[in-house]
């Protein structure tokens, strides 16, 4: 088997371990941290064991955050994770950090945190741990070996995949909301609602807003189980799920905003992406690429798109906007896979924050290029034809003026589109999407 190690093997890493943390204490004379995976078995590592490993490290190394640290090294090989650590500081204190951590999470079971003091004694815990396997207190079952290899193998397995399926959605949920947060307290936005006012609108205000995104964060988690639980059925199957939430969620919306519409236009599409994360899902890493997450929201939504663009009989302000314009929408980004996303709007943003713009100046930046490239249909909807090519050619020439616009020049188009009852609505949509892309691409463990 491929990385099957032997027990000559463990003994001679053992043996090299201890040699290290002899010569580390010799020189530093301070306490050691020893970290490595407690995993039964020939085979050590595995992509979803090194995931473990690295969280844990990171739980490790925020806890040590101020701390003086004197040397640091980890190790990846057939043996196992390591990682070792001195640390100018209390071994108690150290050995409590190390157990919290270890008793903060299911797959904590699965870590072992060893403290070694300055004299080079090993620290003991003030609890035992139980069995992985049957929960039995202390180390019973290991020394009868009361469960076999394959037992203890399926069981940290199970641990492992169910711990991060958790720890995923909780993810995406936390992710989704924050972006909401991100798009309407960016500022100023020209027609939109943002820290200064609430742009063109009567209805609604930053507070509106932020109670809307409070009640739709389980929604998202909510669209991440839907997508894993379905992932094995026709894509219609999930989209069906999605549809529902998303009608229960537009319903938990209104009742905080009392009836305004915030954010349909993020449940429908965030949604989808959630949606479409979860179907991808797989223990061994976070998420998928952002081009796979779009393409597989697109794939999601199609059929259903592409029936409503078929019966459209200009019913709907946006049926009439398709048929005399044919514009599509959100609807329309989510079948062709978020071009404005993908191909405009995420490269903007992270390009700007390359050159040194903070998140809200490079959100507005990014704005300004969504509305000038984009057909916004809340900008139809609001000023008709003529309001939107206002608007668009508004953003075209502000920014051929100067590629980085002042603060001044957009409170100035902030007030012309004010004057003219103007909110680029969808474009504020792409804007918060593009908060969420960029910081799921951030997410390594």
């Not at 290290?20 to 530093?28: C, E, G």
């Not at 899902?281 to 998420?287: H, S």
Request: include cysteine; aromatic fraction near 8%; hydrophobic fraction near 40%.
């Amino acid at each position: 088997m491929k990385n099957e190690i032997t027990l000559e093997d463990v003994l001679a890493c053992r043996e090299k371990r201890a040699k290290l943390q002899i010569k580390l204490t010799q020189a530093y004379r301070c306490p050691l941290i020893s970290f490595t995976m407690n995993i039964a078995g020939p085979v050590k590592t595995s992509p979803l064991i090194r995931r473990a490993f690295y969280l844990g490290l990171q739980m490790l190394e925020d806890k040590l955050t101020g701390k003086s640290i004197l040397y640091k090294k980890t190790e990846e090989a057939n043996t196992g994770y390591e990682a070792l650590y001195a640390v100018s500081e209390n071994a108690q204190d150290i050995k409590k950090i190390c157990v919290s951590i270890e008793e903060s999470l299911s797959i904590g079971r699965l870590f072992d945190m060893d403290v070694i003091d300055q004299n080079g004694t090993k620290l003991d815990r003030n609890s035992t741990r139980g069995c992985i396997v049957c929960g039995a207190p202390g180390r019973a079952c290991a020394a009868t070996r009361s469960h076999s290899v394959k037992q203890l193998q399926a069981k940290t397995k199970e641990l492992l995949e169910d711990f991060f399926l958790d720890f995923d959605k909780e993810q995406v949920g936390a992710l989704a909301y924050q972006c909401l947060i991100d798009e309407v307290q960016t500022t100023p936005k020209p027609g939109l609602v943002d820290q200064n006012n609430t742009g063109s609108h009567i209805d609604m205000d930053l507070e509106s807003f932020l109670k809307s995104a409070s009640v739709l964060s389980p929604y998202f988690k909510n669209c991440f189980s839907i997508g894993n639980k379905t992932a094995s059925e026709n894509r219609s199957v999930t989209f069906i799920q999605l549809k529902t939430a998303g009608i229960l969620a537009e319903d938990a919306m209104y009742r905080a905003t009392d009836g305004v519409n915030t954010h349909k236009g993020m449940i429908y599409s965030l949604g989808l992406l959630c949606g479409a994360i979860g179907r991808l899902w797989l223990p061994e890493r976070p998420f998928a690429t952002t081009d796979q997450i779009f393409t597989e929201a697109s794939l999601l939504a199609q059929d259903a798109a592409h029936a409503d663009f078929a019966h459209a009989n200009g019913k709907t302000a946006g049926e009439r906007l398709y048929l005399q314009h044919k514009i599509t929408g959100i609807r329309g980004q989510v079948c062709d896979g978020f071009p404005a996303v993908r191909d405009l709007s995420l490269p903007i943003f992270q390009n700007a924050l390359t050159q040194g713009l903070n998140r809200n100046q490079a959100g507005v930046l990014t704005l300004l290029h969504l509305i000038a490239r984009v057909e916004d249909t809340n900008l139809y909807h609001r000023g008709g034809e003529s309001g939107a090519v206002f608007a668009k050619e508004y953003a075209k020439q502000l920014l051929s003026r100067n590629p980085l616009p002042s603060e001044e020049e957009v409170l100035a188009m902030d007030r012309a589109f004010i004057i003219r009852n103007l909110s680029p609505g969808g474009c504020a949509d792409l804007l918060a999407l593009t908060y969420f892309v960029n910081s799921l691409s951030k997410e390594r463990l």
